[in-house]
């Protein structure tokens, strides 16, 4: 357990609404990743960070934007929600490679 | 594309008996592979991992399996108690981690 902290643990928005999801973890950990799961799919990556101020794209990043101006804080936005990013969204983290990768509880976000 | 792929959605297996779980995976730069359990309405939790320099680790009733050659690795569960039920998910890592689809495992008693 990294103290992987997620907000919302659950959220219903309206359709062309801003949400901020936001990842908080105490341990010092240098990487942070957003993921959202839905069926049939996985585990799909939307953004990640190496670093405070450091971001990269994942597989799934239309419509997604990302903060880290902090090591212990990784912010998922979605500028706009739309009724396809209905998901449950996990934050994971780890110090660096080779090291366990832990993941958050979840955020189960519904766009209506 | 998918660089990571776990073909089969579900996988059913009595008690006692042997698991299986494959996952293959495209990107022959992948340094270290990941096996992940899920339980509903949880994150999933670290179960197990290779290097690629390595062909085989194990941890109890659990081993993983590496093929670089085939671009395939396997996990190994024996033997199989009802608890294991879950869904387990393969993940690769160049940086990043890539993850399949996931494989839903019932152990049944």
């Known amino acids: 357990d990294a103290g992987i902290t997620q907000s919302p643990r659950h959220k219903v928005t309206e359709t062309g609404t801003p949400v901020t999801l936001r990842c908080h973890q105490t341990e010092n950990h240098r990487y942070m990743y957003w993921y959202r799961q839905d069926p049939g799919h996985g585990l799909r990556l939307i953004h990640y960070s190496y670093g405070v101020k450091d971001t990269d794209k994942g597989e799934v990043s239309d419509g997604y934007s990302v903060s880290r101006s902090k090591t212990e804080d990784f912010l998922l936005t979605l500028e706009s929600a739309t009724s396809s990013q209905t998901s449950v969204y996990f934050c994971?983290?780890?110090?660096?490679?080779?090291?366990?990768?832990?993941f958050g509880e979840g955020s189960w976000l519904t766009v209506v | 594309d998918q660089q990571v792929k776990q073909n089969s959605p579900s996988l059913s297996v009595q008690e006692g008996r042997i698991s299986i779980l494959n996952c293959d995976y495209t990107?022959?730069?992948?340094?270290?592979f990941l096996w992940y359990k899920k339980y509903p309405a949880e994150g999933p939790t670290f179960l197990i991992s290779?290097?690629?320099?390595?062909d085989k680790n194990e941890d109890g009733r659990f081993t993983v399996f590496l093929n670089k050659s085939a671009k395939h690795l396997s996990l190994h569960i024996v033997p199989s108690q009802p608890g294991d039920s879950a869904v387990y998910f393969c993940a690769a890592q160049e940086g990043k981690l890539i993850f399949g689809q996931g494989t839903e495992l019932s152990v049944k008693p």
């Open positions: 290779i290097s690629s320099i390595k």
């Open positions: 994971a983290t780890h110090r660096g490679a080779g090291n366990t990768i832990y």
């Open positions: 990107n022959s730069m992948f340094d270290y």
